[in-house]
């Protein structure tokens, strides 16, 4: 069975681009989550998705960040403008459902902005 | 806002030592969960805990949930180099499906 895949796994802008990341759950799974994980911290949820509707986005910061999940399959979250405090591992992970307690995480995507 | 803090934040033992560690809630959880993280990789859940007092074995790791429902222990016998990594706690914010991850224990295994 195939993993959460994500792209890209490395990105480096400058302060004020935007940037898109990209998630692929694994098939089946309703849920999906996007997590910002800083480093040495534990990861934070930024938004939960229950097939393409929003769960949870209480801490989603929405003057720069958008996340959609248009046919409940496949995810992208943006950033824009990007600020130098969003440098983080943006983590995607799915589960079988809201109750399923086992989240699968894909590898993440470093990003750095300058 | 509601955080899990882990304890120790990082350790090095020796190869073949058993290891504790331990994940704190100012507020009761009714879930434990722990995941490990490898460098580059996410986190990957290496138990599950549902009911206080609960006992669970995976392997070489031992993990309990609290009796207060306040905490949560996670122990690894035997450790060996692969152990190396991040342990995180986390759980669904009681009342929500909203996961929280505690602040990580980060291991390191001398041979």
Redesign the interface.
């Given at each position: 069975e195939a993993g959460?895949a994500q792209s890209p796994r490395y990105k480096i802008i400058e302060k004020r681009q935007s940037v898109a990341f990209w998630c692929n759950p694994i098939s089946g799974h309703a849920t999906l989550?996007w997590?910002q994980q800083i480093l040495?911290?534990?990861?934070?949820?930024l938004i939960?998705f229950q097939n393409n509707g929003v769960?949870?986005d209480?801490q989603l910061p929405k003057d720069r960040f958008s996340a959609e999940r248009l046919k409940g399959v496949d995810s992208t979250l943006k950033i824009q403008p990007a600020k130098l405090e969003d440098s983080a591992v943006y983590?995607c992970?799915s589960s079988f459902n809201?109750?399923s307690?086992?989240?699968f995480?894909?590898?993440?995507t470093r990003l750095t902005v300058l | 806002g509601q955080q899990l803090n882990q304890s120790p934040q990082s350790m090095f033992i020796q190869e073949g030592e058993d290891v504790s560690m331990n994940c704190t809630s100012s507020s009761i959880f009714n879930t434990w969960l722990w995941y490990k993280q490898d460098p580059g990789e996410g986190p990957v859940l290496l138990i599950a805990l549902y009911k206080a007092g609960e006992l669970t074995s995976n392997g070489r790791l031992t993990a309990q949930f609290g009796i207060t429902r306040k905490d949560s222990f996670l122990n690894i016998s035997a450790s060996i180099p692969s152990d190396v990594g991040i342990y995180f706690c986390a759980g669904p914010s009681p009342g929500t499906y909203k996961y929280i991850f505690g602040t990580g224990t980060r291991l390191k295994v001398l041979a």
């Open positions: 959460v989550y997590y040495g911290q534990g990861p934070k949820l939960q769960v949870d209480s983590l992970a809201q109750v307690n086992e989240q995480f894909g590898p993440g | -």
